[in-house]
């Protein structure tokens, strides 16, 4: 089996449009979480989240990769730009023939389908643009991440909601390990935040109307976010000859299925995921520093969450670190594991924990060590990434410093 | 029908039960509603009101609408349906 490591990271998200300015903003504490600005907003109940300011895709993109660039795509290719730029890859000959890209979203071309549906039925248009399947389909974004960076290897879209990312990459670190292709461009990504996205998730009423506050007990609710979360999986050998920088290991994954509920989450479930990834690592509990929750800020995940975390790590669950990041750029659905793999990384090679900001107020059934408010420096030799879908699909990857 | 007897028919039929078979003082668990099938008794009720329910599924303790028994959520439509006249 062969070591895998990552070599190129790059994001674009409610925090900042690059890795350096995303994890200073962890680093500050900084909260991304405002007012959504677009059409019919008025309408909805919920209108906060996390979404990417500032992005324009005009001067980025030219006419005709507008007419078929979802901004689900535009987020893609904006991290996937960054990531390999980092890498210093080029794909060509073999290296292009074996490298594939793996990516995770849950909705794919929400916008789209927005827009169209809206077009057709609000507005009575009997025509729609000619690109709208090609614009909205869910491996958009990996056919167009393949085509820009001459990747011809093993390329896929991973669909499992809010662990899609995490489920994409655990493929892409199986791929690499098992010596099936050299390099993985891996991540995911999602946008949602338009009002038929927004309006499906306030049915839930899962939604907070003011802050994403995990693990505090007066959280009310997940407030959603946006963006992509792109990352290079190497094999080792391969990195080290070329004289890559490395920004860390990725050394275990595993998933698991809860086989119980639609929505609502199972410790036993998280718990097996967490524990399968230390094992499929061969890495002791005891040595894990940080664990990236996927903490949401609902009554049934952080409670789950926290006593599934007690019960594979025993007595060591209250030396560790956990924290949830999505109280800064609120909640990815389908690329947030991709977008919290940056706080995992950031904890190994920086040394730096991502703070859990928000939290008001101790839930003795949260009692872990949850970094509330302020980043902390910890030497940090071994970290998780937790993320439990709806529909009871578990994804965790173990992550080690190089 | 009377707001009474048009909320239960709502919650006898989420809960696969006849209305006769609910009383006011049954509780939601009494009748084997979960809290999928709460959210969706909600929404079936508000199209039934054109009213909004405050009721939020990470703290329905703690929301302003009382749903501990039938009694109680028939009080709480009467008391919106009332304001929206």
């Known amino acids: 089996m062969k070591r895998v490591v990552i070599t190129g990271a790059g994001t674009i998200n409610a925090l900042g449009h690059s890795v350096p300015a995303t994890l200073e903003a962890m680093r500050e504490g900084v909260c991304g979480i405002g007012e959504l ?72 071309g929400v916008s789209t389908w927005d827009e169209n549906y809206r077009s057709v039925y609000e507005e009575g248009k009997n025509r729609v643009h000619p690109f709208v399947v090609p614009k909205l389909m869910n491996n958009a974004a990996a056919s167009h991440v393949s085509m820009e960076h001459n990747l011809k290897g093993p390329s896929f879209t991973v669909s499992t909601a809010c662990a899609s990312s995490n489920h994409a990459m655990a493929q892409a670190f199986a ?27 306030e049915g839930l009423r899962v939604m907070s109307k003011d802050a994403c506050r995990p693990f505090s007990a007066n959280r009310n609710g997940m407030v959603q976010g946006e963006g992509a979360g792109i990352f290079v999986f190497e094999e080792y050998e391969h990195a080290k000859k070329r004289g890559a920088e490395i920004l860390c290991e990725v050394s275990g994954f595993a998933m698991s299925s809860d086989a ?91 040394g730096v924990i991502a703070p859990t900001i928000g939290y008001e ?42 | 029908m009377s707001i009474s007897d048009r909320v239960i028919a709502i919650i006898a039929d989420q809960a696969v039960l006849e209305p006769s078979d609910v009383s006011p003082d ?52 009467e008391k919106l349906v009332s304001e929206k006249a």
Not at chain 1, 179 to 198: D, K, N, Y
Not at chain 1, 297 to 304: E, I, L, M, Q, V
């Open chain 2, 26 to 77: 049954s509780t939601l668990e009494d009748l084997g509603i979960d809290s999928l099938g709460l959210v969706e008794s909600i929404f079936a009720i508000e199209e039934e009101f054109d009213i909004s329910i405050p009721f939020n599924a990470n703290e329905p303790t703690q929301s302003d609408f009382d749903i501990s028994n039938v009694a109680a959520i028939i009080a709480g439509i």
């Open chain 1, 37 to 108: 600005e677009f059409r019919d907003v008025e309408r909805l109940a919920i209108r906060i989240g996390g979404q990417v300011r500032g992005f324009e895709a005009e001067g980025r993109f030219n006419r005709q990769q507008m007419s078929l660039y979802d901004r689900f795509t535009q987020f893609t290719l904006t991290a996937a730009k960054e990531a390999i730029a980092q890498s210093g890859l080029e794909f060509h000959g073999e290296l292009s023939a074996k490298s594939g890209v793996v990516l995770g979203t849950a909705g794919g």
């Open chain 1, 175 to 201: 791929m690499v390990r098992s010596g099936m292709a050299p390099v993985m461009v891996t991540g995911g990504s999602e946008s949602m935040l338009c009002f038929g996205g927004v309006k499906a998730w």
């Open chain 1, 260 to 350: 119980s509920d639609i929505v609502m989450p199972s410790k036993q479930g998280a718990a097996r995921a967490m524990a399968g990834a230390l094992a499929d690592a061969g890495i002791d509990p005891g040595k894990v520093g940080y664990i990236n929750a996927h903490g949401t800020g609902t009554a049934a995940n952080d409670k789950t969450e926290c006593a599934a975390v007690a019960d594979v790590f025993g007595r060591h669950a209250d030396s560790l670190m956990i924290s949830s990041t999505k109280s800064m750029h609120g909640h990815l659905i389908g690329g947030t594991g991709a977008v919290e793999l940056l706080a995992c990384i950031m904890a190994l090679r920086d």
């Open chain 1, 361 to 402: 107020e101790p839930d003795p059934e949260c009692a872990l060590d949850v970094v509330p408010n302020v980043a902390r420096e910890a030497k940090v030799e071994v970290a998780l990434s937790n993320a439990f879908a709806f529909g009871g699909l578990n994804a965790v990857l173990a992550l080690r410093r190089v």
